[in-house]
T-cell receptor, first 111, second 117 residues
């Protein structure tokens, strides 16, 4: 069974700190990896995608991928209270047609 | 960016009635759309995969005769909850797969809250 593991949290960080969100996945065939942000009561919003090993930066967000370790992470620099949400890790399935969602990590940024 | 809409955003209905939810990809064509359900404080649960022009694929435990899915065009999929009951009250979210950029990416609609009285 394909699984995606995330620490449910809550992960609490002070405003301005770096938040580090981690995810491991079981399907070695996954080729695409996505991070979604879901505010309470809202639908998920795509914030980052990564396909190759290494780092990918977009503004305050950095995604890191290590396929050998089946590990993907998301770093949020200069965390803001508006970053408080649940972050969902979603590798694609081997066919690349569907996403396998983790249960999400709840991030709380205090001002 | 890719935009997915859902209609309606809120539905309140009586037990036993049927409710139709529409999911549209506004600026791209989506051969595949997905329907999820999310109960309060729980994770997303994939209900079914909707493919344009063919029958939907349902996840284990999801009743296909209760949750009717139609994907009649490349921009529209509908989910009909038939004979809705209070336990069907949930947040229903669709997503559409955009492959136009070479990498397939899923974009979510804003969701539909269903309350069955």
């Amino acid at each position: 069974q394909k699984e995606v593991e995330q620490n449910s949290g809550p992960l609490s960080v002070p405003e301005g700190a770096i938040a580090s969100l981690n995810c491991t996945y079981s399907d070695r065939g996954s080729q695409s990896f996505f991070w979604y942000r879901q505010y309470s009561g809202k639908s998920p919003e795509l914030i980052m995608s990564i396909y190759s090993n290494g780092d990918k930066e977009d503004g305050r967000f950095t995604a890191q991928l290590n396929k050998a370790s089946q590990y993907v992470s998301l770093l949020i620099r200069d965390s803001q209270p508006s970053d408080s949400a649940t972050y969902l890790c979603a590798p694609s399935d081997q066919a690349g047609t569907a996403l396998i969602f983790g249960k999400g990590t709840t991030l709380s940024v205090s001002s | 960016g890719a935009v997915v809409s859902q209609h309606p955003s809120w539905v309140i209905c009586k037990s036993g009635t049927s409710v139709k939810i529409e999911c549209r990809s506004l600026d791209f064509q989506a051969t595949t759309m997905f329907w999820y359900r999310q109960f309060p404080k729980q994770s997303l649960m994939l209900m079914a995969t909707s493919n344009e022009g063919s029958k939907a694929t349902y996840e284990q435990g999801v009743e296909k005769d209760k949750f009717l899915i139609n994907h009649a065009s490349l921009t529209l999929s509908t989910l009909t909850v038939t004979s809705a009951h209070p336990e069907d009250s949930s947040f229903y979210i669709c997503s559409a797969r955009d492959a136009s950029g070479g990498i397939e990416t899923q974009y979510f609609g804003p969701g539909t809250r269903l309350l069955v009285l």
